[in-house]
Nanobody, 124 residues
Framework: QLQLVESGGGLVQPGGSLRLSCAAS????????TSWFRQAPGKERQGVLC????????NYEDSVKGRFTISRDNAKNTVYLQMNSLKPEDTAVYYC?????????????????WGQGTQVTVSS
């Protein structure tokens, strides 16, 4: 069974950091493009960052530039989202997703496999 499982979400104060993990089972993420999406209440799901199987990255969301970083550990079959300098507007459910397409496809319709999501709340 192909599965993605996110972890690492939680409540953090503004200016704090979190690292989200996306662990795959049943398939190798090495061959997939993997992205992080987020969805705030009442808003559409939006792409945040993407990483290809070769490790090149694409930023989909200007507001996270310089604060969020995506990376992968092929040995652990895991993709990470390091989030620094968090702001209240980063509050959302964060999802990881995988596709055989490239990072040029930023819409969530392009992704075949999804995790269940992890809540990130930035609040004092």
């Amino acid at each position: 069974q192909l599965q993605l499982v996110e972890s690492g979400g939680g409540l953090v104060q503004p200016g704090g950091s979190l690292r989200l993990s996306c662990a795959a089972s049943g398939f190798s993420l090495n061959y997939y493009t993997t992205s992080w999406f987020r969805q705030a209440p009442g808003k559409e799901r939006q792409g945040v960052l993407c990483i290809s199987g070769s490790g090149s990255t694409t930023n989909y969301e200007d507001s996270v530039k310089g604060r969020f970083t995506i990376s992968r550990d092929n040995a652990k079959n895991t993709v990470y989202l390091q989030m620094n300098s968090l702001k209240p507007e980063d509050t959302a459910v964060y999802y990881c997703a995988a596709t055989l397409k490239s990072c040029i496809y930023s819409t969530h319709y392009a992704y075949e496999y999804w995790g269940q999501g992890t809540q990130v709340t930035v609040s004092s």
